[in-house]
């Protein structure tokens, strides 16, 4: 993890390709899960751990994706996760997949904190605090950028 983003590789396997052998677009947002997964788990905030002790899980609410480039198949990625804004019982984190720093893909993600009951829920504060010193170390994106 760096001051800016949490960075996670990735391979890409045949099965992520389509027929001509380029990553197939939805295999993107496997990436990005896995990578927010590891994410949160270098936060010492493993979803099972998420789920027992605080009865809250993260749902994506909305994403929005730019195909920017292909990847292909054997290239090694790299997704970068940062978070970029926190409320009560929302994140809005930004992900990107490069490879030799170069942008393939990018997304902007809302994550929605729920309940076992999948409604809404404010996040703990104990969570709260691990995330909000991330964003707080972590450099911000420039307007409109």
């Known amino acids: 993890m760096s001051a800016s983003h949490h960075r996670w590789p990735v391979r890409i396997y045949y099965e ?4 001509g052998g380029v990553v197939y677009h939805a295999r993107y947002l496997h990436f990005f899960e896995r ?4 994410f949160m788990r270098a936060l010492g905030l493993e979803h099972s751990r998420l789920l027992a002790d605080y009865g809250v899980v993260f749902t994506v ?11 292909r198949l054997d290239d090694a990625l790299e997704v970068l996760t940062r978070i970029d804004a926190m409320t009560g019982a929302r994140l ?3 992900q990107e997949a490069r490879r030799d720093g170069r942008l393939l ?18 996040l703990p504060a104990a969570l709260t605090d691990r995330l909000a010193a991330w964003v ?10």
């Open 92 to 94: 809005r984190v930004r």
């Open 35 to 38: 990578a927010r997964t590891e």
């Open 16 to 19: 992520d390709t389509d027929a």
């Open 61 to 71: 609410r909305r994403v929005d994706l730019e195909l920017a480039a292909p990847a």
């Open 136 to 145: 707080a170390a972590a450099p911000q994106p420039a307007k409109g950028a």
């Open 105 to 122: 893909a990018g997304g902007d993600l809302q994550l929605a904190v729920v309940g076992t009951d999948l409604r809404p829920k404010r």
